[in-house]
């Protein structure tokens, strides 16, 4: 993340992470949750995939390029999690948990 001059960075996590949240619920309207892997059903190699669920739990249909930037956005705001399992991120409270955590009842 960019630093200004006196070594602070120019935008502090949580914020940006909240800037996202509203980002993503403005070009995804409707959406609650993006879970984000690189397991995607339709290739062999690992690769990006994002699936978008709202508030009932439904699969959103979204575009390639909307998933495939929303994917993106979420790894560059968490370069520090562990991308090798799927993540979720939840757009009320801007925040990322691990999807095996929450689908086993330990997470959120």
């Not at 949240?21 to 995939?49: C, E, N, Y």
């Not at 993540?87 to 929450?102: N, P, Q, Y």
């Amino acid at each position: 993340m960019p630093a200004m001059p006196n070594g602070t960075p120019a935008c502090p996590e949580t914020d940006c992470q909240r800037r996202l949240a509203v980002q993503l619920a403005d070009m995804i309207p409707g959406a609650v949750t993006i879970r984000v892997s690189f397991t995607d059903p339709t290739q062999k190699w690992p690769h990006l995939h994002a699936v978008v669920k709202e508030e009932a739990g439904e699969t959103m249909e979204v575009g390639r390029t909307t998933a495939r930037v929303a994917g993106r956005w979420i790894l560059r705001a968490w370069p520090e999690a562990d991308w090798a399992r799927a993540h979720t991120f939840h757009l009320s409270d801007a925040t990322l948990t691990r999807s095996d955590l929450v689908t086993a009842g330990r997470g959120r």
